[in-house]
Each structure stands twice: as C-alpha cells, then as structure tokens.
C-alpha cells in the first residue's frame, strides 16, 4: 500500500450545489487525473426548511463561521419555505450522469436531504423504507441500474436505516465517522452492510476557527492524513465545490504532487472485504462532533 491513501467522498445537498458545485468539483478532478465517489441528493431541495435548527446547540455559530448565505444563496435558503424545493434528479440528471460518465463513482445521498437529516430519528420502519425508497427508485430513473452504495445526508443513522440498506443489498455505505471500515451494530443488532466512514473533519468545521486560519487549513489536513492506512475525506459541492473551490484546488494539487494516491470509496470496500485479517463489528452510536450541531452517526468501540 502506498504511503498515504486518500478516498474523496462529495456530498451533494443542494440543487445550487448540483449545478454549479458538481461541474466545478468535476473539472479539477479533472486536471489532475483524480476519480471520486459523488453521492447525490435525488429529490426535492427543501433547504430552507433547515431554519428550524436554530434551537439545537451549536447551530448559530457554525452559520455565523461558515457564512451560510454566501455559501449556499439566499434562494436556496428560501427553498421550501417560499416555494416548492425544485426537484434536483428531475432536473439535473444530464449533470448527475455526465459524473458516472466521467468515471467517477456515484451513488445515493438522500431523497430529501432536510427530511432523512432532520426526520429519521422520528421516522417508523415504514417511513425509512418509503424515503428510502423514492431516492433509490430516481437512482435508477437517472441511471439506469440500482444503486450499489448511500452516504447518509447530516451523517444521520440508526437501526431501522440500517435494516433497510440490508434489504437494498447494498455493496457499502458511508453514514458515519470513524476511524476505519467496519460492520455496525445497534444495540447487540448487527447488519451486513459495511460502513466505510469517514475519518477526517470537513472543511465546514474548522474554517473560521481562530486556531485553524486559511493559511493553516491545508498544513491541518496534510498532518491528520495517516499512512498505511485509508483517509476518507467528505467534502461538500456548495463548499469546495464553490465557495472554498480555489483553496480546495491548491490542496488537491498539493496533495499530487506529494504523490497521494486517491481511491473511490468502493475500492476502500472491495479491499477491505478481501483483507486476510477480516472486518471488525463496532457499535454505531450517536455522538457530538466538534464543529457540528445535534450527533452523528460515530463508530463506537469493537464487539468481540
């Protein structure tokens, strides 16, 4: 294994980030011969719905870091509020396809980013199976074959979500945070569906820190990179793909030129599940991260 692995995991929320941030993302994978894995939200972008957070911890002062009109327009914002969330598959599915086109690796975000990142926790198994279902049913519309993998939108899963990616036959997903990949557990309950999480923070969580200025972002994530092993990096198409697209550009470069090698996440699956040493069972819990509002899906400790 090369010194440093690093897979490119880019969550699409918005029909904003769908149509400006995805190209933009696409041309500097491009440029320097870089394959991703793009995970698309496939139905209405009701984003504006999200002003309902404002109660949760934390939730003010990441808008105030991370300028959340500039980032993601003040339009989008208004989506679902003011009026209908455009559809985003219905339509931009030339762009989604002109991704799998290129090569690149796509799968299944969400159907409705704000009702899986918000809702699931309420949601009965019903409920998580029909959402669930219209996102995998306008993959396919899009696409033309199922898909083989999902990437839960806010890092939001539970049992039920994982019962229901069981009986998707899914290959992999990529619903937590963690440290390497696993087969999750919930309350003694196992699932087949390897999780591959992602290891490092997102840009949207240290920027604007005092501790972490602009000039010191890129010299942060080259030290949390670890060797020998696979660093899974989720980005968003509304951030680098916009707002952070030439700071994003410079790292990527940098990250080329110090001969990083970069997988798609489903060669981090077929790799690891043709690994000798086998695949450890970790609990999957809810827990904080800093830098973000309300818990994540995290990979908790190892099961015997």
């Not at 490119?8 to 995805?22: A, C, M, S, Y």
């Not at 934390?58 to 339009?75: D, N, P, W």
């Not at 219905?90 to 762009?95: F, I, K, L, M």
């Not at 599940?273 to 309300?294: F, K, M, T």
Request: hydrophobic fraction near 45%; charged fraction near 25%; charge should be positive.
């Amino acid at each position: 294994m090369p010194d440093i692995v690093l897979a490119i995991k880019v969550d699409v929320d918005t029909e904003r980030g769908t149509r400006l941030g995805v190209p933009a993302l696409a041309r500097i994978f491009d440029e320097l011969g870089i394959r991703a894995t793009f995970f698309f939200s496939l139905g209405p972008d009701n984003t504006g719905r999200a002003l309902r957070r404002v109660f949760r911890p934390g939730f003010l002062k990441k808008v105030r870091r991370t300028s959340v009109v500039s980032t993601y327009g003040l339009r989008t914002l208004l989506n679902g509020v003011l009026w209908p969330g455009p559809h985003i598959g219905q339509r931009h599915a030339p762009v989604l396809r002109a991704i799998r086109d290129a090569g690149h690796e796509v799968g299944i975000h969400c159907y409705d980013h704000i009702r899986w990142q918000d809702g699931l926790q309420r949601m009965r198994i019903e409920e998580v199976r029909r959402e669930f279902g219209r996102a995998r049913a306008e993959f396919e519309r899009v696409f033309g074959v199922p898909a083989a993998a999902a990437a839960a939108a806010g890092w939001q899963a539970d049992a039920q979500s994982l019962a229901v990616y069981d009986e998707a036959g899914l290959a992999y997903a990529s619903d937590a945070r963690g440290a390497s990949p696993f087969f999750p557990a919930v309350r003694g309950q196992r699932f087949r569906t390897l999780q591959i999480p992602t290891t490092l923070p997102t840009l949207d969580e240290i920027m604007g820190r005092p501790g972490f200025p602009d000039e010191q972002l890129a010299a942060h994530y080259f030290s949390l990179l670890r060797r020998n092993a696979v660093n899974v990096m989720t980005i968003h198409a509304e951030i680098e793909g916009m707002v952070r697209q030439d700071w994003y550009r410079e790292f990527l470069t940098r990250a080329v030129s110090m001969r990083v090698q970069f997988v798609t996440l489903a060669e981090v699956a077929r790799t690891a599940l043709a690994a000798s040493d086998g695949i450890p069972v970790s609990e999957l819990v809810a827990a904080e991260i800093d830098g973000r509002s309300g818990t994540l899906a995290v990979q908790g400790s190892a099961i015997a």
